[in-house]
T-cell receptor, first 111, second 116 residues
Framework: AQTIHQWPVAEIKAVGSPLSLGCTIK??????LYWYWQATGGTLQQLFY??????VESVVQLNLSASRPKDDQFILSTEKLLLSHSGFYLC??????????FGSGTRLLVI | GDSVTQTEGPVTVSESESLIINCTYS????????LFWYVRYPGEGLQLLLK?????QKGSSRGFEATYNKETTSFHLQKASVQESDSAVYYC?????????????FGLGTTLQVQP
């Protein structure tokens, strides 16, 4: 069975500090991977997607970056957090474009 | 552009009452939109509740159902008799089956509170 694991579950970080969020998918080779984000009071929006190792496409510019160092790993990061980065981050994978599976998410508060 | 509009919450109903959460969409750049309802229970991640990929079809799961109506561009979520365990946040979403972008367009979410 495929599993998706996100870490950490929650973070409180200072403005200007670095951030790294991770996502690992087990049991599925060559998945399409995605990062979504929801600001407080906002809607979930796609930030990045990746269809293969080493290739990441940016969808929304938020001073964040993403990388896919391994087939089963997707990392979201920034060197300097902004207050506006607070929110809920979700990783997802698809088997095909009609079947998305989401992780349990990371809640980030930037202070 | 592509967008989803759903009932603004919170929605409060009593147990065993019927429920409808409205969802309408605009899919100007998606030739063959897929429609989804996702649910997030307290303390849990986002789960797929039901999906419909063909206009005119109905999806159902856990007593919930929704019909993909292309004429009215709607995908309303209904349940005949809710339970307290249905309390959660419900998201309507629009997706594109073509290509690999995997982009889902979400509504703002509707918080459902079911009172015992």
């Amino acid at each position: 069975a495929q599993t998706i694991h996100q870490w950490p579950v929650a973070e409180i970080k200072a403005v200007g500090s670095p951030l790294s969020l991770g996502c690992t998918i087990k049991g599925k080779s060559s998945p399409n991977l995605y990062w979504y984000w929801q600001a407080t009071g906002g809607t979930l929006q796609q930030l990045f997607y990746s269809i293969t190792v080493g290739q990441v496409e940016s969808v929304v510019q938020l001073n964040l970056s993403a990388s896919r160092p391994k087939d089963d790993q997707f990392i979201l990061s920034t060197e300097k957090l902004l207050l506006s980065h607070s929110g809920f981050y979700l990783c997802a994978w698809t088997r095909d474009s009609s079947d998305y599976t989401f992780g349990s998410g990371t809640r980030l508060l930037v202070i | 552009g592509d967008s989803v509009t759903q009932t603004e919450g919170p929605v409060t109903v009593s147990e065993s009452e019927s429920l409808i959460i409205n969802c309408t969409y605009s899919a100007t750049s998606i030739a063959y939109p897929n429609l989804f309802w996702y649910v997030r229970y307290p303390g849990e991640g986002l789960q797929l509740l039901l999906k419909v990929i063909t206009a005119g079809q109905k999806g159902s799961s856990r007593g919930f159902e929704a019909t993909y109506n292309k004429e009215t561009t709607s995908f309303h979520l209904q349940k005949a008799s809710v339970q307290e365990s249905d309390s959660a946040v419900y998201y309507c979403a629009l997706g594109d089956i073509t290509g690999n972008t995997g982009k889902l367009i979400f509504g703002l979410g509707t918080t459902l509170q079911v009172q015992p």
